[in-house]
């Protein structure tokens, strides 16, 4: 109710600054602005002449919006608003395809003026806990996280515990996130800022850390990056369907040959991630190799990514990319016989087995860095220590009465 009557004040206040006076018949004048919601099938285009505006008059506005707006491509339960003069002319629009975005046009001598702006965000932290059932997803979502949650988790401890074998029932696990919420509503899920799981498979706690040169990772208690120079694989969802081997009958050419990689069969256009940071060395059409990407790294290490679809936007020669950046995505280009990608490692001369591959762990906290790194930790260690400890008291109670399921969640 509150965003609703902040919305309305807003556009009557834009109508009164828009000093046109009433017109007759549908068409919404600046004193009597028009407020409403796309429906589903509906776009700008369609909504605004139901609403009686002429078609030179929305054109002018798509016109206006092109750079920031398709008119014809908008999603439902986008909220516009708007006024016109005595003549029909639009004399500004206001539109939010979503809760933080606002994109406005004003009539200033003549011309349609538009601006874009991010809205304000409350920035919240959550904490949420549990115990293993049958799947930490299932665990998750039912103490009520996201799958997204869930993905992000795995990602933070994927080179130290196997999520498809390791976890067992009975261990737990604690979870700090961010969301940010407008008008009481969630808008979108931010980035996690610790994490713990203590199980069978051993005991591991993560805590987010920027230093002050902007550089970002996720540390144990005592500063170590989790992650490791490189991936385990380019893709999250993946079966491998060709071995790194020196003598393969090659599926096409029908000859025994070396196969210097690893070959990943996944749908087309499943998003094919940087497996270390690097810099791009190739990135375009090679022979039988297809679409492919190259990507220079520390100690000599190149790696190779093969049979794209297409690239991801901004990959070029020269750019820099993160250790799970998206590059481009899966393909079946050059000599395939179906869509796969062909990832192989190179250092110096010498093309290594990626799925034997012996990496180093990333750089840990800066010396310089750390006092203010276990400032951060500490913070954030007893917050996850709270949400285990209220998530076992609430597991305690349902086992004493008899409810317990397969965990005992808690979330706040």
């Known amino acids: 109710m509150r965003g609703s009557s902040a919305w309305l ?3 009557l206040l834009l109508a009164c600054r828009s ?9 919404p004048s600046s004193d009597g602005p028009s407020v409403d919601t796309l429906r589903r099938g509906e776009s700008l285009y369609t909504a605004l002449r ?5 078609p030179k008059y929305i054109l002018e506005l798509s016109r206006s919006l092109k750079r920031l707006v398709n008119l014809r491509r908008v999603m439902p339960g986008g909220k516009y608003a708007f006024s016109c003069d005595s003549t029909g002319a639009i004399v500004w629009f206001r539109y939010m395809p979503d809760l933080e975005t606002e994109i406005v046009a ?6 349609l003026e538009v601006t874009r702006r991010k809205l304000p965000l409350e920035r919240v932290e959550r904490s949420l806990a549990g115990a293993i059932g049958s799947s930490l997803y299932d665990a998750v979502l039912e103490a009520g996280g996201t799958p997204r949650l869930v993905w992000k988790f795995a990602d933070i401890f994927q080179w130290e515990i196997d999520f498809h074998t390791e976890p067992r029932p009975g261990d737990r696990f604690a979870v700090v996130w961010e969301e ?27 805590v987010y850390y920027r230093d002050p040169r902007g550089h970002e990772d996720y540390y144990d208690l005592k500063g170590r990056s989790l992650r490791k120079a490189f991936l385990r694989s380019p893709l999250r969802y993946r079966r491998i369907s060709s071995r790194f081997s020196r003598r393969r009958l090659h599926p096409i050419l029908r000859r025994y040959m070396p196969h210097w990689g690893v070959d990943y069969a996944a749908p087309p256009g499943t998003p094919v991630h940087a497996t270390a940071d690097g810099v791009v060395l190739f990135r375009g059409h090679k022979g039988p190799n297809g679409n492919m990407v190259i990507l220079g790294h520390r100690n000599g290490y190149r790696t190779y990514y093969l049979h794209l679809s297409r690239f991801a936007r901004g990959i070029r020669r020269g750019r820099r990319v993160r250790q799970g950046q998206v ?4 393909g079946a280009t050059g ?13 110096g001369r010498k093309f290594l087995n990626p799925l034997k591959l012996e990496a180093s762990r990333a750089p840990s906290v800066p010396k310089r860095y750390l006092r203010e790194f276990r400032t951060v930790r500490d913070r954030y260690k007893k917050k996850l220590e709270e949400a285990l ?13 008899g409810l317990s399921g397969s965990s005992g969640p808690f979330l706040r």
């Open 106 to 111: 004003e009539r200033r001598g003549g011309k």
């Open 9 to 11: 004040a807003l556009t």
């Open 180 to 206: 940010y919420r407008r008008d009481g509503r969630t808008v979108r899920e931010g980035r996690i800022l610790a994490a713990a799981y203590i199980g069978k498979v051993g005991e591991f706690w993560a």
């Open 19 to 27: 000093g046109g006076s009433s017109s007759s018949g549908s068409i």
């Open 50 to 54: 139901k609403k009686g505006v002429e």
């Open 335 to 347: 000599l395939a016989t179906g869509p796969h990608l062909d990832y192989r490692v190179r250092r």
């Open 327 to 330: 590059i481009g995505y899966v």
């Open 389 to 401: 400890n209220e998530e076992m008291v609430v597991y305690e109670d349902l086992d004493r009465n």
